[in-house]
């Protein structure tokens, strides 16, 4: 249950970021995803995170403190058309630092929309998480767009998709945020995750 939820800061330089004391939680996803809807949904809050029907609304790296015990960083979305190649390149940098850097970082939140097949770029992504060794979880997205055979069909195709460099499936989590769906199952495996880093310290 979170009980307090407030924002911290909007930075473009992970040394910038909080004091690394806390566990802490990235969301990432391509753009138009339903990132910023499943942040709101989780924290209970309608506008903590900024939704927007445009794609690319996310430009810096959000931090918000929760329950004052861990953090919660949005992270801004990838594979948006409408980005020119520099702006895509400055991005990635500025991503992969932070996921590469950011030492209390516990797992990343890898948000998929459930009504797209497995896209290459979301599979480049996963497998970058992988070779750089940053604990990832996937995040289903807009669930209560599709049926129940649809939803078992692409978890099977990603199965496969990834079974091809994966020796097994990464952990993953189904949601909707307008039906609050999966909210508490991804916040107590936040609080599971959460015992383990205050072992590390």
Not at 67 to 87: F, M
Not at 94 to 120: G, K, W
């Amino acid at each position: 249950m979170i009980h307090k939820a407030e924002f911290l800061m909007s930075n473009q330089d992970y040394r910038k970021c909080p004091a690394p004391n806390k566990p802490e939680y990235a969301f990432i996803g391509r753009s138009n995803v339903g990132k910023s809807s499943l942040i709101n949904m989780i924290t209970n809050k309608k506008k903590l995170a900024k939704t927007s029907s445009s794609p690319g609304k996310t430009q810096l790296i959000n931090h918000f403190l929760i329950n004052e015990q861990w953090y919660l960083v949005d992270l801004p979305g990838y594979g948006y058309a409408k980005s020119s190649k520099t702006n895509r390149l400055k991005w990635l940098k500025m991503i992969s630092d932070y996921l590469t850097h950011r030492e209390n970082l516990m797992c990343t939140f890898v948000l998929i929309d459930s009504r797209v097949s497995p896209q290459a770029i979301d599979v480049e992504f996963m497998n970058n998480l992988g070779s750089w060794q940053i604990p990832f979880v996937i995040v289903f997205t807009k669930r209560d767009k599709i049926s129940h055979p649809i939803m078992n069909d692409l978890i099977k195709t990603y199965q496969e998709t990834m079974a091809e460099t994966w020796e097994e499936f990464p952990q993953y989590f189904i949601t909707s945020s307008e039906k609050k769906l999966g909210g508490d199952e991804v916040l107590e495996f936040i609080k599971q995750t959460n015992t383990l880093f205050q072992k590390s310290i």
